[in-house]
């Protein structure tokens, strides 16, 4: 299993962010809120896959469940 959120002090100022990109999870979280679908964030943002936004919106979602 890859893990798709990643966070580093290089990047975004340490801000957990989709890997292989510069988007972090709270822009992906944002856009979703806002009623984009997966497919139109991933045209509008080309550095995503559809297989890394479902695999970060999975893992953040493993993460919570842990958490709760």
Known sequence: MKNWIIADKEHLGGAPRVRGTRISLAFLLESLAAGMTIS?????????????VRGALKELARENEKAA
């Open 40 to 52: 139109e964030i991933v045209q509008a943002y080309p550095t995503l896959t559809e297989e890394a």
